[in-house]
């Protein structure tokens, strides 16, 4: 008999949805989710992106990614600029109130990463990212199984 609850994919699933979870419950009084954060992050890394460039980075769709730089836009942490070489696209960049969270929502992500790992040591910490960076292989975005 197959155990769905030894299986690798499922508790990659399972520590997902945790982690996540202990990322929203320590950012959701500043009204934003993970996914957004994790855009904000790669902004804090190296501003004015493009919608291609931010997608490619999250290994999520565009569409996706344009509506939460539509969020983020409304609620003034992003403000899109016409590209400066292609009319037909824009770049992303930080508001100064953007910027301003880093700290703040930095440290969230920092209690959030204590909380999620407070079983392991540090070497295990060290090991386990080792091993998920592995197993994240090529970057790319993943299309939902339809089996």
Not at 22 to 44: G, H, K, N, V
Not at 52 to 59: A, N, R
Not at 66 to 83: A, K, P, T, V
Not at 113 to 130: A, C, Q, V
């Amino acid at each position: 008999m197959y155990d769905i609850e030894k299986s690798i994919g499922f508790l990659l699933s399972k520590g997902y949805q945790r982690a996540w979870a202990i990322l929203r419950e320590e950012i959701e009084q500043y009204d934003l989710t993970p996914p957004q954060f994790a855009l904000l992050s790669f902004l804090w890394q190296q501003d004015g992106l493009t919608q291609v460039e931010l997608s490619e980075k999250g290994q999520i769709d565009r569409s996706t990614v344009g509506g939460l730089i539509d969020r983020l836009e409304r609620n003034g942490l992003l403000e899109r600029r016409q590209h400066p070489q292609d009319r037909r696209a824009y770049k992303i960049y930080l508001t100064e109130h953007g910027k301003e969270m880093e700290t703040t929502l930095t440290g969230c992500a920092d209690n959030s990463l204590k909380r999620f790992t407070s079983g392991l040591n540090d070497e295990e910490i060290i090991e386990l990212r080792r091993m998920l960076e592995i197993l994240r292989g090529e970057r790319r975005v993943y299309e939902i199984p339809s089996c």
